[in-house]
């Protein structure tokens, strides 16, 4: 689902016009819609339905409060990767009974806090960690429910950055080891309980291929685990790409029918229907750790052409936002549609570079794109940016990070205030 369009010559989110959030709020300021992040949701759970299901939300694409709060109320789960995020959850209102913990670099401290609070499971990344796992919940007088993550290696054919299930990559436990390490902590290892296995090969995949690969490669040793150790779960992990070209309903009438050929050759209903086959006869409580594919079209990032700059090789469209608060395409060259909040009136078309104001030559959103003929202070907005968004979002060049937003109907609400210059160097002090 989308929540993004034009209606009466001006982009809306849900019912509300995105010119008049620009009025109200400034810009740049990320606009979110809680229509889709519902829909999302609740689509992936229930076509998880025909099996015993828990899905955890990914909090690290967009761990605002009020984002978290409205999954938790439709009975997520969460898939944190630090206490902070924990702690976001806490905060929120969700229900830390119902939290997987991954990562390869948990601290003492963060396994404390996550024992404490009772999660559902820490996600094992290496023997090493699991060694103090157990030491950990030993010295709480605890037994630290876990799951170690294999590594299936598996080529999630995505880009480098985002895929993790190689053998090269950090992530996990080598497939060829992870049958010994069962054992050998089922032996040795009286605090921790055996309680499920994880993977998780990547992000943005827009093929089901990689998913089914992994599945038949790992579902036989998950039931394998289920019968030696008695394991209770299987997590297939997150990394259901998203479509993040020509996303505007209005010029693309079919794309929200999950069989247009401009649509995501990877649907909710396709990747279930495709692995669903995998694990139905397992008898074992499927996880999903969906972020993208929950929170990527539920968002917008908003912003103001500053300047209009024609130079020999290049027309500029200078923002007021950059690299700093939406890092994507300077990160892993992430590809964001970018349409002006009014719409177009004529398909008049000019070759720009859309850039911000961040003092760095990677500082752009798109370059040498055809679009909509932009002028000095018109709005623009950033589609299917709701994902690894604002949460990778920095101070970089002390900028205040953007204002967020979530709408609700024909309501808006301010979920996170613009930072403002006191922000910037709250905690700093001066030498004595
Ligand atoms: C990042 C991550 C996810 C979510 O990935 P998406 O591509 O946003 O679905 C899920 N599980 C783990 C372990 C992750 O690190």
Redo the contacts with the bound molecule.
């Keep these: 689902m989308h929540s993004f369009d034009y209606e009466n010559g001006s982009l809306h989110c849900e019912g509300v016009d995105i010119a008049s959030i620009a009025k109200q709020f400034g810009t740049p300021t990320y606009v979110y819609s809680k229509a889709t992040l519902s829909d999302h949701y609740t689509r992936l759970d229930q076509a998880m339905a025909p099996v015993d299901h828990m899905v955890c939300y990914?909090v690290?694409?967009n761990s605002n409060l009020a984002v978290i709060n409205t999954l938790a109320k439709l009975g997520s789960g969460f898939?944190i990767?630090s206490a902070g995020e924990l702690f976001r959850v806490i905060k929120a209102g969700g229900d830390p009974r119902r939290c997987t913990f991954?990562?390869v670099g948990k601290t003492v401290d963060e396994l404390r806090y996550a024992l404490e609070n009772d999660i559902y499971s820490i996600?094992v990344e290496s023997l090493a960690e699991l060694e103090t796992i157990n030491q950990v919940a030993g010295d709480m007088g605890k037994v630290a429910p876990v799951a170690l993550?294999v590594n299936p290696n598996v080529d999630a054919k995505t880009h480098k950055y985002?895929s993790?299930g190689k053998s090269e990559n950090k992530?996990g436990i080598d497939f060829s080891r992870i049958e010994a390490a069962y054992a050998d902590a089922a032996e040795r290892l009286p605090n921790v309980k055996l309680h499920g296995l994880?993977m998780?090969i990547?992000?943005?995949?827009t093929s089901v291929d990689p998913f089914i690969e992994a599945v038949k490669k790992v579902a036989p040793l998950a039931a394998k685990l289920k019968e030696t150790y008695g394991i209770e779960f299987f997590s297939i992990?997150?990394?259901?790409?998203i479509v993040y070209h020509e996303t505007l309903p209005s010029g693309h009438p079919d794309w929200w029918t999950n069989d247009s050929p401009s649509a995501s050759p990877l649907t909710i209903d396709r990747y279930a229907a495709a692995i669903l086959p995998e694990l139905k006869n397992l008898g074992l409580r499927i996880l999903l750790?969906?972020?993208?594919?929950i929170a990527g079209n539920a968002g917008a990032l908003v912003t103001k052409v500053l300047y209009t700059k024609k130079g020999d090789a290049k027309t500029f469209q200078i923002v007021d936002s950059g690299m700093g608060d939406l890092i994507r395409p300077a990160l892993y060259e992430g590809h964001h549609d970018i349409v002006p909040v009014a719409e177009p009136t004529t398909d008049e078309k000019e070759t720009i570079d859309v850039v911000g104001p961040i003092c760095e030559t990677g500082d752009f959103f798109v370059q040498n794109a055809d679009l909509p003929k932009l002028e000095q202070g018109n709005l623009i907005a950033l589609l299917s940016a709701g994902?690894?968004g604002f949460t990778m979002a920095s101070n970089y060049n002390s900028r205040p990070l953007p204002a967020e937003v979530m709408v609700d109907g024909e309501q808006v609400h301010l979920i996170r205030k613009r930072q403002t210059l006191d922000d910037l160097i709250a905690g700093e002090s001066l030498l004595p």
């Design positions: 990914a690290k694409a898939d990767v991954a990562g996600n993550r985002i993790t992530f994880q998780h990547g992000s943005q995949l992990g997150g990394g259901v790409g750790e969906p972020g993208r594919l994902a690894y």
